[in-house]
């Protein structure tokens, strides 16, 4: 079992920055995916960012590229999502996901955590 909780959300106005974490617990080893998704209350849930544990590979949506930043800590398997410049079209609940196997950008991760709120004003 793998336990994910978000944290770092906020109110934040347009061109500012954020960054969140994934705590992670639980037996992770080996090759995993882990994953920021993000949805609000009109769009579907959509994949932001992707890292592959196995490759050390990042992904990103086109939405966020050259803005947003994903890492993760190897001693503590923490995943960060820095996000700068942001803009209203980045608020919504953002999500992280965690999948045994390669990345992928549909829904199916075998984890989630319970989200954590950014709102971006102008």
């Known amino acids: 079992q793998v336990q994910l909780v978000e944290s770092g959300g906020g109110s934040v106005q347009a061109g500012g920055s954020l960054r969140l974490s994934c705590a992670v617990s639980g037996y992770i080893d080996g090759s995993y995916c882990m994953a920021w998704f993000r949805q609000d209350p009109v769009k579907q849930r959509e994949g932001v960012a992707l890292f592959s544990r196995g490759s050390g590979r990042t992904y990103y949506a086109d939405s966020v590229k050259g803005r947003f930043t994903v890492s993760q800590d190897s001693a503590t398997s923490t995943l960060y999502l820095q996000m700068d410049s942001l803009k209203p079209e980045d608020t919504a609940m953002y999500y992280c996901?965690?999948?045994?196997?390669?990345?992928?950008?549909?829904?199916?991760?075998?984890?989630w955590g319970q989200g954590t709120q950014v709102t971006v004003s102008s």
């Open positions: 996901a965690h999948r045994f196997g390669g990345c992928i950008w549909s829904y199916e991760y075998d984890y």
